[in-house]
């Protein structure tokens, strides 16, 4: 078509190039809504839908994984946070959902920002002793990782600066651990 550009798809570049099949799509559209209803309410896992489904390559289902991983681990930090680890929604009516939900996407948003100045300030740290930390290492580093978070309690949002600085010192690596979550694995 005149005046569209070129597209580039990647490893779906060649099954990007083809028209849609009308005629597949409605012959499986009930098995479309099934999948569709089954993801929505959780009887199935996207993770387990797509073991099932033959992806184009191994390196796009890596890629699939570990962005579920991700997603998952995401999820998972909401629910730990909303309401100490029982993660429900107590409000009767929708605005006060609304409300709870927008809370909790802003706790989730100020974690995740904590959490990676202090990671980013303990890779400089290691770095600046002479420890060698490589790239790919710190692409597998998370803050969505919370074992140190304590989510029971009442949060307090008022402005503080914390004293010598933007950040608390590091944790000292020799002090005794910190309790794992409850998974065990994270």
């Not at 990647?10 to 012959?27: P, Q």
Request: hydrophobic content about 35%; overall charge negative.
């Amino acid at each position: 078509m005149p005046g569209v550009e070129a597209r580039i798809y990647g490893v779906l570049e060649d099954l990007a190039r083809n028209r849609v099949n009308l005629n597949k799509v409605i012959t499986h559209w009930p098995d479309m809504l099934r999948v569709a209803g089954c993801l929505v309410t959780n009887q199935v896992r996207a993770y387990d839908l797509l073991r099932v489904v033959d992806p184009v390559d191994d390196t796009y289902r890596r890629q699939m994984n570990r962005q579920l991983t991700v997603q998952e681990s995401r999820h998972k930090l909401a629910r730990d946070v909303c309401h100490g680890k029982r993660g429900t929604i107590h409000q009767a009516y929708r605005d006060g959902m609304e409300d709870q939900l927008g809370a909790l996407g802003l706790v989730l948003n100020a974690v995740v920002l904590w959490t990676t100045r202090y990671i980013d300030a303990a890779v400089q740290h290691l770095q600046s002793e002479g420890h060698e930390i490589r790239d790919e290492d710190i692409a597998r580093l998370s803050p969505l990782k919370h074992r140190n978070l304590n989510v029971l309690g009442r949060y307090s949002f008022t402005a503080s600066n914390p004293a010598g600085g933007d950040l608390r010192p590091l944790r000292d690596p020799d002090a005794p651990d910190l309790d794992e979550d409850e998974s065990g694995a994270e």
